[in-house]
């Protein structure tokens, strides 16, 4: 039987893969290197050089993108909540063009993704917080001694001044006919998100193990929060009734059978028994809930709720904190209650929908016009990509 041949030191072998294994300045280096042995030594002793360089103070940006995302993407899942956001983002910049290696990336390269992102119909605001996300890792990276420096450090963000969107608060009659002009199993929906502010996301997402029936609260989950925080939400009596008979019928919620044989093995595979809030066919509610709100308040007689309009969805959010605060209740509570980061926010929600009720008083006179501020535009120009 032949001997083993000695590998040298820092290489180690698993099944027929080599990989480096050693510390540098108390640092561990574990990486993958080949399956070829004389092609791992190489890569082996350039490791070790450049992590002596960097011992010496001297690094450079040559650090393999994958790795690096690796490594971040490990971090994330462990100190954050949005690791898939991360992800995600990490895999547009890899779809406009993967860098090999760090010492690719430059400001050059990523004012080219934001032209891309830009002609694919984006706002700027969202190649913001995409950039944001590769730099955020290049920053990790220099603290964790694998590069030199941020190679977009310094990089202004594309500017978007138009960034407010104009949604009115519902006025208290037009919520009692929306619930009343509301077909039975989508009533409790409305009503849940004007007596709790939920966000979209938080109540379609909602599970029954999320409420706490007994203690009267609906429990918004880290992972759904728009802030990352949990909070709870107290719930009417109403709400409570509505979200107790709901959970006992769940059991007997069975996959509907759709139009077509696709259509029906899509909504067996999204069929669910743990959200509270279904569609007719027991899947959890998505894209098709603006289509019936619009609808629901056309035939309520609803102003400004359609596309591009003043009422939508979130609207209801909106009037949640307007009628609250308008009614007396505590502003400071309003704010934990709709998981607002701060108390200004909230009061500037309450603020812009109180003043687009002044200019409404002006409107209505036959002989005046009253026009809104420029910094306030119309969710159909948000949409079309102005702000």
């Known amino acids: 039987m032949p001997r083993a041949k000695k590998l040298p030191n820092g290489l180690w072998k698993r099944g027929d893969v080599y990989y480096a294994r050693f510390s540098s300045n108390g640092r561990p280096i574990r990486k993958r290197l080949s399956s070829d042995y004389r092609a791992a030594c190489e890569l082996l002793n350039e490791l070790k050089a450049r992590a002596d360089r960097a011992d010496f103070g001297i690094l450079d940006n040559d650090y393999s993108w994958a790795d690096l995302k690796t490594e971040f993407l490990?971090?994330?899942?462990?100190?954050?909540?949005?690791?898939?956001?991360?992800?995600?983002?990490?895999?547009?910049?890899?779809?406009?063009?993967?860098?090999?290696?760090?010492?690719?990336?430059?400001?050059?390269?990523?004012?080219?993704?934001?032209?891309?992102?830009?002609?694919?119909?984006?706002?700027?605001?969202?190649?913001?917080?995409?950039?944001?996300?590769?730099n955020g890792m290049l920053n990790k990276a220099v603290e964790w001694g694998y590069i030199a420096s941020n190679p977009i450090r310094g990089l202004k963000p594309l500017r978007h001044d138009r960034k407010k969107k104009e949604r009115r608060s519902l006025t208290a009659d037009e919520v009692a006919t929306i619930l009343q002009e509301s077909p039975g199993f989508l009533r409790p929906v409305w009503l849940t998100f004007m007596t709790t502010g939920l966000r979209l996301k938080e109540l379609v997402e909602l599970r029954f193990r999320d409420v706490d029936l007994e203690r009267r609260v609906a429990i918004v989950r880290p992972e759904i929060s728009k802030n990352h925080q949990q909070r709870e939400v107290p719930l009417c009596d109403e709400a409570v009734a509505i979200i107790r008979d709901l959970a006992a019928k769940a059991l007997q919620r069975r996959p509907v059978?759709?139009?077509?044989?696709?259509?029906?093995?899509?909504?067996?595979?999204?069929?669910?028994?743990?959200?509270?809030?279904?569609?007719?066919?027991?899947?959890?509610?998505?894209?098709?809930?603006?289509?019936?709100?619009?609808?629901?308040?056309?035939?309520?007689?609803?102003?400004?709720?359609?596309?591009?309009?003043?009422?939508?969805?979130?609207?209801?959010?909106?009037?949640?904190?307007?009628?609250?605060?308008?009614?007396?209740?505590?502003?400071?509570?309003?704010?934990?209650?709709?998981?607002?980061?701060?108390?200004?926010?909230?009061?500037?929600?309450?603020?812009?929908?109180?003043?687009?009720?002044?200019?409404d008083v002006v409107n209505a006179l036959p002989f005046a016009k009253a026009t809104a501020p420029r910094d306030i535009i119309s969710i159909e120009e948000a949409r079309e990509g102005t702000a």
Not at 79 to 105: C, D, M, N
Not at 292 to 314: L, M, N, Q, S
Request: with cysteine; aromatic share 8%; net charge positive.
């Open 74 to 134: 490990r971090w994330a899942k462990q100190q954050t909540r949005i690791a898939g956001e991360y992800e995600s983002t990490l895999k547009k910049f890899e779809e406009y063009l993967k860098p090999q290696s760090i010492r690719h990336i430059s400001q050059n390269y990523v004012m080219g993704f934001r032209q891309w992102r830009l002609g694919q119909k984006v706002t700027p605001r969202t190649v913001n917080k995409q950039v944001l996300v590769l």
């Open 257 to 359: 059978e759709g139009i077509t044989p696709d259509v029906t093995a899509k909504q067996t595979a999204n069929f669910s028994q743990d959200h509270v809030f279904v569609s007719g066919a027991n899947t959890p509610l998505r894209n098709n809930l603006l289509r019936h709100f619009y609808a629901i308040c056309k035939k309520a007689g609803i102003r400004d709720a359609k596309r591009g309009g003043a009422v939508d969805i979130h609207a209801l959010r909106v009037s949640f904190t307007t009628l609250a605060i308008e009614n007396g209740a505590d502003p400071k509570s309003v704010q934990e209650i709709i998981g607002h980061s701060s108390l200004h926010l909230t009061m500037n929600v309450y603020t812009r929908a109180r003043s687009q009720a002044k200019r």
